[in-house]
């Protein structure tokens, strides 16, 4: 009796389901309607397949699913819909205008060829006329001159502010070379003579100490 009943309300219930869906996903997911499309409905399996027409709204409506599932039982009677399966993206179905449109060969226009015409000899004398003519130089001599007197002037003064260093000669050491030579010379001579300092207080204390011996 139970496969009877299957067999006669499973049919009608899923026909509902396809029929009805645009109210069901308005009520579970109104910012989706016109975007999903119900592709089929297995009664014995309880799946819905939908399709939707972009990547995005397959994402939440896989995430509405649920509500989705209790919208379609709360609508559609004896429905029993367990799943739904989201299929790959859809293009939205064209309108009628839209295919019409796209269907309807469009008329040829022929184009007609430009005809160019000749310009007048005058014109065109004139046109050879200006681009043989020599631009005149707008500048003044004078100013052109005071300004090269100037950029001498002032490379003069950089040249006496930041004067450059002479060339050092292949063979002799550098600068920095120079320097470190001379601090070595000068730790030289102040250890000899502090040696020779210290020698001159040993022999001086060694003068000393003869003197005591020979006073006794």
Known sequence: MMMTERGMVAPAAGGSVLADFDAIL?????????????????ADTGRLDVAPDA????????????KLIAAANEKVSGANVRAVHVLAPAPAKAGLATAAATLAPQPTVPTAPVERRTPPEGYRRAIEAHRQAAWPS??????????????AAMRELSCRAFPEPDAVAGDAPAPIEQA???????????EAALRRA???RAARKGQNADDVIDRR
Do not use: C, K, N
């Open 138 to 151: 707008l500048a003044d001599p004078a100013i052109a001159e005071a300004v090269e007197r100037q950029t």
């Open 26 to 42: 308005a009520a579970a997911a109104p910012e989706l309607a016109g975007h999903v499309q119900a592709m089929s409905f297995d």
């Open 180 to 190: 470190r030579a001379q601090r070595r010379r000068q730790a030289a001579a102040s």
């Open 198 to 200: 210290r020698a001159e």
């Open 55 to 66: 990547p995005a709204y397959g994402t939440q409506l896989r995430w509405r699913a649920p």
